[in-house]
């Protein structure tokens, strides 16, 4: 297992305690969104993947991971690059899992739901998750979840919207760009990840 899986794998422990919360606030977002299925995707990555994929950067403050960092075989690029791994590794699963339960209820309704509308679907959730990521990360990185919880889970909403708002794209003229935002969320992650490995400056030296 490389040094990246492995801090993956450990953001991933860190949230176990927070699994019933978790899995509360999936059951009522699908509840309330049950009769709107093409929806439920994206709000699955809106409401619920920042509460899921922060927990980690909470339990790191309260628990003082930064000092069991620096004492396993880590360099400081691979805690960085370990916690973006456990994020879209968060969001493959809430993508499939919504996805999954999206169709179902699609077949429940009888509302037949194309590849093609799927995967607009899709190619939007990923967006919201690229923003949100590529902003929230370097200033957890940086500052620590406790000190930037709450700019960090509003920032990204407020760039959603106003993008959404100031864009107006008519929604005749979505489906042409709307497959550019797999690249485009790809490309947010990656500079992200490069600002993060910056930033970071914590106290605790990392190998």
């Not at 791994?85 to 009888?110: C, D, I, K, Q, R």
């Not at 909403?157 to 107006?168: D, G, K, S």
């Not at 500079?191 to 400056?201: F, G, Y």
């Amino acid at each position: 297992m490389t040094a990246v899986a492995r801090v993956a794998l450990l953001d991933l422990r860190t949230i176990a305690p927070y699994r019933r919360q978790g899995l509360l606030l999936l059951v009522v977002v699908t509840a309330i969104l049950a009769n709107r299925p093409t929806t439920l995707v994206p709000a699955l990555v809106l409401l619920v993947a920042p509460s899921v994929i922060s927990y980690p950067f909470s339990v790191a403050d309260k628990a003082g991971l930064d000092t069991l960092y620096a004492v396993l075989p880590l360099r400081r690029r691979s805690v960085v690059l370990g916690h973006y791994a456990w994020a879209v590794s968060a969001f493959l699963a809430l993508a499939a899992g919504g996805t999954a339960v999206t169709l179902a209820l699609a077949h429940a309704e009888s509302k037949p739901l194309g590849g093609h509308a799927l995967g607009i679907v899709l190619a939007v959730a990923w967006g919201m998750f690229a923003v949100n990521v590529a902003v929230q990360f370097p200033l957890f990185i940086r500052f620590g979840y406790t000190r930037i919880s709450v700019l960090g889970t509003v920032l990204p909403l407020a760039l959603v919207v106003i993008a959404v708002v100031r864009l107006r794209v008519p929604v005749a003229g979505i489906e042409s760009w709307v497959p550019l935002l797999w690249p485009i969320g790809a490309a947010l992650i990656a500079v992200s990840v490069a600002v993060s490995v910056v930033l970071d400056r914590r106290p605790v030296q990392i190998r």
